[in-house]
């Protein structure tokens, strides 16, 4: 089972992604870990993609799309996998279908996590995160046991850069322009599910579950 996640930032792709990763027990595969595996092993996509993230500029899709492929050949991915962050683009999701159908496969489904902006705006500004482990907590629904100190290793929580009011802001704006369009990709393809991102975190899982089986 091939899954993509969508929905805009903060609706809780990833989180769902881990969830059903488990539940069918096929590898969750999130862009950012990608890019941290290949630049720890100084590989020559890493090394090129670090050299644009040290510029702070945009990876170019032909190097994502390039870490990506490597990593959906492996073996662990032979029953299907999650992908959490990818595509985000139209072309992006044009390269996947046509790396896939040399593979005789496809995007089984897209599951698409409907959350209004200003929802997720409020959801975002309550996010942290540790710099040390990465762990991550929310101070309204999953606080740490001591405020603002890290459950796992002690280190004092921080807010990052891009869940700040105004960068949230510019990220939902990003969303809509350029990754939106995914939705009507993957409904013309007849794979799309949208279900309703506002609901609890289990019962939107119960609703993801249900619409896959």
Do not use: W
């Not at 992908?83 to 896939?100: H, M, N, V």
Request: charged share 30%.
């Amino acid at each position: 089972m091939k899954i993509v996640m969508l929905g805009a930032p903060g609706a809780g792709k990833g989180t769902q992604a881990v969830n059903i990763a488990k539940e069918f027990g096929i590898p969750h595969i999130s862009t950012g870990d990608i890019f941290r595996a290949n630049i720890k092993n100084q590989t020559e996509l890493g090394m090129k993609a670090k050299s644009y993230m040290d510029k702070g500029a945009l990876v170019p899709d032909d190097i994502t799309i390039g870490m990506l492929l490597d990593r959906i050949v492996d073996n662990d991915c032979k029953n299907g996998f999650v992908l959490d962050g990818f595509p985000r683009t139209i072309p992006q999701a044009e390269s996947l279908k046509a790396a896939l159908s040399l593979q005789d496969a496809r995007i089984d489904h897209a599951i698409d996590i409907e959350v209004p902006d200003e929802v997720i705006t409020k959801r975002m500004g309550g996010r942290r995160s540790c710099p040390k482990c990465g762990g991550t907590y929310h101070i309204a629904f999953n606080p740490p046991k001591k405020e603002g100190i890290c459950d796992n290793c002690g280190t004092e929580l921080v807010q990052r850069a891009d869940d700040k009011p105004e960068t949230v802001l510019e990220r939902l704006k990003t969303y809509h322009d350029q990754t939106q369009p995914l939705i009507d990709f993957y409904r013309n393809e007849g794979v799309l599910t949208e279900v309703d991102g506002t609901k609890k975190p289990d019962e939107v899982l119960a609703d993801i579950l249900g619409a896959l089986r």
